[in-house]
């Protein structure tokens, strides 16, 4: 799976779009960008996840660079509940790769 | 419709101890895995299963044993407890051909 880089930590004021970057220039072609979060040491929650062209969901979009070493998860009106911890993970397609890999993540502290 | 459900939510064993973590789904999910998230950190695979009777090791199985004897259940074993095993413990489920993981709400396990 890719090694992903993120900022350690990111303010956003509320009701702004918050963007947060993930570098994953080691990223090979069947590995897919999966975005998760962590409220306050709950269980992590799925937010988006994709390949190569842009997604979004209810929740957020994922913009993807063309050369896929970059990705950005945009939430497009943060609120105090996205204050969070974000996971940006690398996961292979192929059959067998379930797992995830969690790195640090970004602490994103959304403020009044 | 529970999802992932684990018990206990808080447990203090002393060293020494044995103990088993609960984890159960209600989604028939094929997949199911254990992590464990130190203070500050990100999450890491204790031991996973892609099935009833399946199962497999991941970063950090060292001092813990799984079985996966039905499709709902995946308790994850300490043998005997350290204070090192001093962690937030989560379970996740998912289809093997899905795309999103659900986690637990964690149990948070303190050995003395």
């Known amino acids: 799976d890719a090694k992903t880089t993120q900022p350690t930590s990111m303010d956003c004021a509320e009701g702004r779009a918050a963007n947060l970057p993930c570098n994953h220039s080691t990223i090979s072609g069947n590995e897919y960008v999966y975005w998760y979060r962590q409220i306050h040491s709950q269980g992590p929650q799925y937010i988006i996840h994709g390949l190569k062209n842009n997604e979004t969901n209810e929740m957020a979009s994922l913009i993807i660079t063309e050369d896929r070493k970059s990705s950005t998860l945009i939430l497009p009106h943060a609120t105090l509940r996205d204050t969070a911890v974000y996971y940006c993970i690398g996961r292979d397609s192929g059959a067998g790769s379930y797992q995830l890999t969690f790195g640090k993540g970004t602490k994103l502290s959304v403020i009044p | 419709n529970a999802g992932v459900t684990q018990t206990p939510k808080f447990q203090v064993l002393k060293t020494g101890q044995s103990m088993t973590l609960q984890c159960a789904q209600d989604?028939?999910?094929?997949?199911m895995s254990w992590y464990r998230q130190d203070p500050g950190m990100g999450l890491r695979l204790i031991h996973y299963s892609v099935g009833a009777g399946i199962t497999d090791q991941g970063e950090v199985p060292n001092g813990y044993n799984v079985s996966r004897s039905t499709t709902e259940d995946f308790p994850l074993r300490l043998l005997s407890a350290a204070p090192s095993q001093t962690s937030v413990y989560f379970c996740?489920?998912?289809?093997?051909?899905?795309?999103?993981?659900?986690f637990g709400q964690g149990t948070r396990l303190t050995v003395v």
């Open positions: 996740a489920s998912s289809y093997l051909s899905g795309t999103e993981a659900f």
């Open positions: 989604m028939n999910h094929e997949y």
